[in-house]
């Protein structure tokens, strides 16, 4: 192979990369389903992003293609086989604070700020560069480099359903939507709610009647708030004793006070992301545990128990007997991200299950169905993605690995992670960088950047790794 230095190769480029990664970060690329037409279908932004990736190519000399507005590619280079690079145009929404205009890109200490810059609009100009370098030096290669461009990654991944539906899967590739070194390894996802049949809504003895009780919003954030609202018969200073008391053991913050003669709970935790509870103190199980240990109404005994039997202090699933784990990938988790008990009407217990790449999602399933419905309750609303798992002896991690270590002189350690990135779209891709270790990962936060500086390293990396790939 030819012995190429990339860096110099990409200096020689930086001012015409640095301004077109700017003209893309101008583009308000967000998802705007309120205004829509039949040839912008996720609406004008992204739509406009992908076309201004697809008219760069066409300058550039490679041949576009528009696959149903909602995606697209651009391919030079002869062979069978197909090497991908997949990226996405589209960015989450902007937010408050920042200091300069999120679509401004503007350079400052060194750096390119803009919502995207490294989520996925600065990685995607410089994976194009890379290829534009790759073709420029006329290099042999055995087989087709194609860039397959997303609109749709930050919502519901249509890009890539539709992309793949009508479009060649190709035989390796990497997406530069993630973390450096290489991620080779994500655990399965899968969503779902544990419903609670039994809706006891008779007269109760007890002394407490739980009107309703609700954290969390989503399955895959550990919730920190939970609240509820009780129905105490007598002695209510009693039990706001008992649980000042337990919020102190905990280290818990909270509140207590009477409203329309209902006594209201409220406990605070942290949040976290969901694919590692332990990062997080579940606001939910600790109220719901609390709860637990009163004497309620049998609708709600019944349910707090269920909680606090099969979730307190346990994110592995010991409790539910589906606890797995490996050392490609870890631990089976579960968080309960959303918890909800409305007295006489539904309640429920959702979660994300994070299960390692070499554990079967069918069996665990089986074995939960079984369990809850013994125990009244029913799994609904499931969903599964399955694991994501590319073997360290395949040439496609080995040529990433040496490219790597050669270019940054660190080692290129592999790494498994709980949640789901762009590559698993690929049948054999891993991600790619572009954060490099020890950067704060500010994607999806108010003053998003990249360095320009590793904008560049980025580019002379995936450059490389295109040219020896496509041997
Ligand atoms: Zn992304």
Redesign the pocket.
Known sequence: MTKINWIQEVEKRKDALIKDTQQLLHIKSLLDEENTTPDAPLGKGVKEALDFMLELGERDGFTPKNVGNVAGHLEFGKGDELLGILC?VDVVPEGDGWTSDPFGAEIREGKIFARGAL??KGPTMAAYYAMKIVKELGLPLNKRIRMIIGTD??SNWRCVEHYFKHEEMPHLGFAP?ADFPIINAEKGISDFDMVQKINNDGTSTSNIVVKSFVSGKRYNMVPDFAKAILDVKDNQTDLVQKFSKFVKQYELESHSYVENGALILEVKGISAHGMEPKNGKNAGLFLAEFLSRQNLDAQAAHYFEFVSRYFFNDSRGVSLGVAYSDDISGDLTINPGKLSYIHGEGSSIGMTCRYPVTNNMETTKAKLDELVSNKGFSIENFTDSKPHHVDEQEFLIQTLKKVYEEQTGEKAELIAIGGGT?ARSLKSGVAFGPLFPGRPDI?HQKDEYIFIEDLLKATAIYAQAIYELAQ
Do not use: I, L, T
């Open positions: 996405h989520d996925d990654e930050e939507d762009y994607a």
